[in-house]
């Protein structure tokens, strides 16, 4: 596993929040606003708890203690402390609209105008950004678009590994689970709660599993369900989407939707995603 601690700085308004949760769900341990005289000892103290991925944010609104921030990262350079800095930065327009948009006070107050409190903004931090290990422009960048790029630069294995997907079998009778991204119906298919050998066995049982393949439109809806997921799942990723949930229902949540539920997690493994399952309602009685 690569070894991060990242120290984040740049424009107000330049995408700090939206990088820090990009990080967070890489697994980042971030602490937004940290005073810079602190960075060092914070530094030493995670060496000592083998904590491998940190991201400090850094900025004007640590005021007086911000302005030590290049002598804190001279400091630690001398002293051997490993760290990599992070400048996002955005365009004066861009800057200006976000700012209108959002109808937030610049950290640098309101004595100035907006426009002036970027340029003097601008001039503190030019030291900063020439010491950049990475600079990202987000002027032009979606919020998908920076995360992609976070994602790229500070993110560990294939795109396929950076998503993960929960597919969860559930019954409709016991409530939709409220985390869903995909719901799947299917209780059009026959229902092995009818035959009373298979009440009280499930899904994952091989009896009803035999039960639910007679029918030829179980392969017809799973064939149209993996083309489904071919075409989505990659675009889900494109998106910068961190997880995704894809939830089977039935009525009581024990068979058809189990053995479909089933079914889509192998596709999803033999496709190379980082997958798991779960059956909401195999617990509860029918």
Known sequence: MQSHFLIITGMSGAGKSQVVRTL????????DNLPATLIPKFSELCRQ???????????IRGGQFFDKLLQVLDEMEASGQKYELLFLDASDESLVRRYKETRRRHPLGERNSLLK????ERQ?????????????DTSDLTTAQLKAKVTELFGEGTSKDRMGIVVRSFGFKHGLPLDSDLVLDVRFLPNPFYVEELRSQTGNDRPVADFIC???QTFQYLKLEEQLLDFLVPQYINEGKAQLVISVGCTGGQHRSVFIANKLYEFLRERGYSVEITHRDIPKKV
């Open 24 to 31: 967070e769900d890489l697994n980042f341990f971030c602490i």
């Open 117 to 120: 409190n970027i340029t003097n």
């Open 124 to 136: 503190m931090l030019d030291p900063l950004r020439e010491e950049a290990t990475y600079i990202i």
């Open 214 to 216: 007679r029918y030829p």
């Open 49 to 59: 708890t083998s904590e491998d991925k940190v991201a400090l944010v850094v900025d």
